[in-house]
């Protein structure tokens, strides 16, 4: 008996974890609560192991090397955490979610499921600028849903919608789960923002998609805004013609910039049709000249400052100008100068932002210490090599291990959050994705999405519970039309949910069909079948070992006669006149001793 559980350390100890997390313990403490105690079991059993556990008392020594070392408290990559998570908050605080909602709201209003398009739209870009799951779907879940509700949305698609596209900050960057992927994978922040940027703008995509296809079969369920709801008029056309104008000065500007500022001229251009398309729209609100129509500056006003934010972040990123963590500092400052100049910027608000950032950090260094305790016991019991086997046998090769391990998180994800699968899963199976060969970048970012399910589906989908949170539970009469609106309940949110979970699992079947919309990140790839080699010729040299042009080889191994004008080798170079030759000094006389006067 004793030799079994010796022998089968590794799963035993997996199974205890579940255990530990399924009654619900605290996740941080149940990995190191559960790192100890097989710690203590497996050097009492390491006698019986038949050399299977390599755990004695002096390991335990390694603990702080592993708290203190590079892997958690000087690991700049995670500091990017707390600068994203300080930025988004601040960012919600400042209302732009709220002029968001409001102005992409009337642009697509007109057409049917316009709403539920803005929230879509608006959910990407507070993604690329917040990173947080819970201020996005919240933002919009006070804002969007009785505005929705309004004007007679379906309940389960509009809670539907909101909680999916406050889910899009989980896989488009600047995702705070991508920087926990990109550590636990050991690979490069800036490669996983990179390669998770079109999966997450395809998935923003099929939302749009979904929507599209219940406008045409049910267009009952998302009706257009009434024509007294779009209190910015109509202006669509001129909209258009400020954006042709600012395609235009871009263009002229890129064209000039070219010849001095070579490949960064194209952002330069783009820089400054952006400043001055931003600069009219302000002139033309402030001083009356009615260039624009309302919509028009409403646009332009509201969407270039996160705009800009996105390319502070994300462009510098990308641009190789600044690493993550310096990038998440940007940000931060540029949210603070974006919520002062609205106006909403107090010392409340920076210490809303500062407790909120403190107790996510603090959640995820806690939970990054637990997982190191796990880790070293379960590596001393061979665990990672159990694992290792254990994915490596599945069916299929490389697509057989992809789909399993993804089904695996897929239903790990009903119990756990994306943080502990980060931590507790992710190191498991990178072992085993880069011994079959599969890119870690691809890896993580099928992770990412897959992740992004946790969010999802009962019965711990948090973005439902942020959506429970604010939606109405009792009947109330609206404020603007005085109509009394039935409350939402907790089962419109859960079946609201249920599409928009199935997209996001035919995501991840296109993300393992197209590798190649994660490949981009590593640029344009040079066949060195293709490279031609080209040796320059020297005047008056032949190549090497072929006679010279128009002679023969010497016979016998004899020196070829010089060609006519052609430098003679054997004599050392000649830079000028050759100086006068001095006297040979005398012999030294070596029969007599030697003098030193």
Known sequence: MMEFIAQNMAPIMFASLIIFLLIGYPVAFSLAANGLMFFFIGVLLSPYSGGSINLAWPLLHALPDNFYGSRVMSNDTLLAIPFFTFMGIVLERSGMAEDLLDTIGQLFGPIRGGLAYAVIFVGALLAATTGVVAASVIAMGLISLPIMLRYGYDRRLAAGVIAASGTLAQIIP??????????????????MYAGALIPGMVLTGLYA????????????M?????????????????????????????????????????????????????????????????????????????????????????????????????????????????????????????????????????????????ILIGARVFSLT????????????????????????????????????????????????????????????????????????????????????????????VAARVPYLDRLTGKKIAPVTTGQIYWGAVPFVLIQVVMIGLTIAFPQMVMRYKGTVIDPGTIDYKVPEVP???????????????????SAPAAPGAPDLSQPPSFGDAPPAKPAAPAPDLSQPPSFN
Do not use: C
């Not at 600047?174 to 490669?191: E, F, W």
């Open 540 to 558: 008056g040299l032949s190549p090497l070992g072929t006679p010279p042009a128009g002679g023969t080889a010497p016979a016998n191994g004899g």
């Open 174 to 191: 600047p995702s705070l789960v991508l920087i926990v992927l990109a550590d636990q994978l050991g690979r490069s922040v800036g490669d």
């Open 378 to 469: 379960f590596y001393g019991v061979n665990g990672h090599i159990w694992v290792e086997h254990l994915l490596i046998s599945l069916p299929g090769g490389e697509v057989g291990f992809l789909i399993g391990v993804n089904i695996l998180v897929f239903f790990l994800a009903f119990f756990l959050d994306f943080f502990e699968l980060a931590f507790i899963i992710v190191p498991l199976l990178a072992p085993a994705a880069d011994k079959l060969g599969i890119d870690l970048i691809w890896f993580g970012v099928l992770l990412g999405v897959n992740m992004q399910t946790s969010f999802m589906h009962p019965p711990f989908g948090f973005a439902l519970f942020y959506l429970r949170s």
């Open 222 to 366: 998302v009706p257009a805004l009434p024509l007294e709801a779009r209190t910015l008029g109509h202006g669509v056309l001129s909209l258009l013609v400020a954006l042709v104008v600012a395609v235009a000065i871009s263009y002229a500007a890129y064209r000039y910039l070219a010849p001095a500022h070579g490949d960064n001229a194209d952002i330069l251009g783009a820089t400054v049709g952006v400043l001055f398309i931003y600069i009219v729209a302000i002139a033309d609100k402030r001083l009356n000249f009615n260039m624009m129509s309302r919509l028009a500056q409403q646009v332009v006003i509201v969407l270039i400052p996160p705009l800009a934010l996105i390319f502070l972040v994300l462009g510098t990123i990308f641009l190789g100008i600044a690493t993550p963590t310096e990038g998440g500092a940007m940000g931060s400052v540029g949210a603070l100068i974006m919520a002062a100049a609205k106006g909403r910027l107090s010392l409340d608000v920076i210490k809303q932002a500062l407790t909120s950032t403190t107790r996510l950090s603090s959640f995820v260094l806690f």
């Open 209 to 220: 998609l979904y929507v599209l296809i219940v406008s045409i079969f049910r267009p009952k």
